[in-house]
């Protein structure tokens, strides 16, 4: 059918033909080189958030138009998301560089964004999903009550669920709290179940970071 022209109605997408209004469904996709620094090295995946799941057969359909090895789709449910990987033929078990691609949507595109220490406060991860992010970790942070700013880092594919204080972390808040604030020598707080106090101050591109220390044990190690 020919098609004359395209007008929007009701968030929908209407094809002018002929006899009638044939209704185009209009979805987000994001392409993402994953395992890089740089375009167009890395492997490319194919992101498409959704409200709530489509037919399978249009999941397939989407990820042959997209003829990349893999197109993740997800789909929020409460605190996480469920997440499904298809080949332009089948859909996939599993898939790394996809799942890190839509990561990289969520984090810095789409952003969950935390506007009180308490909402960072109540984070409780699925540290088996944030496992297949390897060999990224997670970090989430918000404005601070009695800091600057607060942070929590879940990096559980190396052993660690949550590290109590992390200081490289803070080599990436400081400078994205600077633009943020307006100043560079930053108080920090990650609430971890141990908590850890941290002083940054960036200069240029450098991160200078200050804490204190306690000794608690002193031995002899035989070896």
């Known amino acids: 059918m020919p098609v004359a022209g395209v007008r929007r109605q009701f968030g929908g997408f209407y094809a002018l033909g002929r006899s009638k209004y044939h209704r185009v469904m209009s979805l987000p996709v994001f392409h993402v080189d994953a395992f890089t620094s740089k375009p167009f090295a890395g492997n490319p995946a194919a992101v498409c958030p ?17 003829n990349l090895s893999e197109t993740a789709f997800f789909v929020p449910r409460g605190d ?12 996939a ?10 990561a990289f949507v969520l984090l810095h595109i789409l952003g969950t964004k935390y506007e009180r220490e308490e909402e960072v406060k109540e984070i409780r991860p699925n540290f088996l999903l944030l496992e297949k992010l390897h060999p990224a970790g997670v970090a989430v942070t918000a404005p601070g009550e009695q800091s600057d700013f607060v942070s929590r880092y879940f990096a559980p594919s190396y052993g660690i ?7 490289s972390t803070h080599c990436s808040l400081a400078p994205y ?19 850890g106090e941290l002083w940054c101050e960036v200069q240029g591109d450098r991160v200078i970071l200050k804490g204190n220390a306690v000794l608690t044990l002193r031995g002899e190690l035989l070896i």
Do not use: M
Request: glycine share 10%; with cysteine.
């Open 161 to 167: 669920p949550e590290d109590p204080v992390t200081g």
């Open 80 to 91: 996480h998301y469920e997440l499904r990987w298809f080949t332009p033929r089948c859909e």
């Open 93 to 102: 078990k599993l898939c790394g560089h996809a799942t890190l691609a839509s």
């Open 177 to 195: 709290w600077t633009q943020r604030l307006g100043k560079t020598s930053l108080h920090a707080l990650q609430i971890s179940e141990r908590g």
């Open 50 to 66: 959704l409200a709530g799941w489509l037919d399978d057969g249009l999941l397939q359909a989407v990820a042959a138009e997209n």
